[in-house]
């Protein structure tokens, strides 16, 4: 019996099982409490995407109903057409796009870390200081430099700051650079390839992992920002879409369908490419967390 007793435990709780299986009752707890706490993100998207297929009457006679009782497919044509949808379309491309590339390419040029320059580790503390700073501290002096420079009420002050890096980035792509053998700059050295070459033609296509998250994580950033334009873009010609969806819930005023469809229509590109690249996100900052 004691030898029974014994061979129990170890039977009940074999640790070559799943865990799911070994815990089943954690487990469904763990995935109620997950459920009920999606839904107080996903609540919010979800009446906006049904109010923006209501009438106006239905607005108010549905309440906090996630569901339509009329779809009317008309708002999305409407949104798209009551203001110059497209030309702010194509700023926020111009102004999401590019400083990406000025981005990607600064933060990695600057994050090489096979360079070997003297007190390199002190210029990179220096850099990850400037994170403590917040960035209200910044934003007048580069309003005046801007202001005098004549580029106010143009793209070029949202452009222009992403080619100078950003030190956040710049320790990913460092993290990442670090993890990478020695080998790699050796050989192409012996290949005849300057430090540049060998960042442009090596490192950097080996950094693909790490170049696709912080693209994303800046799609995320520059398609929704709304501070940027609002202070240096005073025309409709300039405007983005966060901008001028501000302006256009003030022009027509009480119509709430239509507000919805064209927020639904400016978020739905960052919707698709988080769901489609979620996985290189969380690959890319997870290789870039350790070495």
């Not at 990695?108 to 210029?123: D, T």
């Amino acid at each position: 019996m004691t030898a029974l007793a014994e061979a129990r435990p170890a039977v009940a709780f074999r640790t070559d099982r799943p865990f799911w299986r070994r815990n089943v009752s954690l487990t469904v707890s763990l995935y109620v409490v997950l459920a009920l706490g999606s839904l107080v993100f996903v609540y919010p998207f979800l009446w906006m995407l049904a109010t923006s297929l209501r009438s106006l009457a239905g607005v108010g006679g549905s309440g906090a109903s996630v569901w339509p009782r009329e779809f009317l497919w008309d708002n999305y044509t409407r949104a798209i057409t009551s203001f110059p949808f497209w030309r702010y379309a194509l700023n926020s491309v111009l102004t999401t796009f590019i400083p990406i590339v000025g981005t990607v390419f600064s933060c990695s040029l600057a994050a090489f870390a096979r360079l070997r320059v003297r007190f390199s580790g002190v210029v990179f503390a220096v850099v990850l200081a400037t994170m403590l700073l917040p960035g209200e501290v910044t934003m007048v002096p580069q309003f005046m430099l801007f202001n005098n420079l004549g580029m106010i009420d143009t793209l070029y002050p949202l452009i222009l700051p992403a080619f100078f890096g950003s030190p956040f980035y710049i320790f990913l792509f460092r993290q990442f650079f670090a993890r990478m053998p020695s080998e790699l700059a050796d050989a192409a050295v012996v290949d005849g390839c300057g430090w540049f070459r060998t960042f442009l033609l090596v490192y950097l296509p080996l950094a693909r992992p790490a170049v696709v998250a912080v693209s994303i994580l800046l799609f995320m950033g520059y398609w929704n920002n709304f501070l940027g334009p609002a202070i240096y873009i005073n025309s409709d010609q300039w405007k983005t879409l966060p901008l001028a969806l501000a302006g256009f819930q003030s022009v027509n005023g009480t119509d709430t369908p239509l507000l919805m469809a064209t927020s639904v229509l400016i978020t739905l590109p960052c919707l698709v490419v988080f769901f489609v690249a979620q996985k290189h996100i969380t690959n890319g900052i997870t290789f870039t967390g350790g070495r």
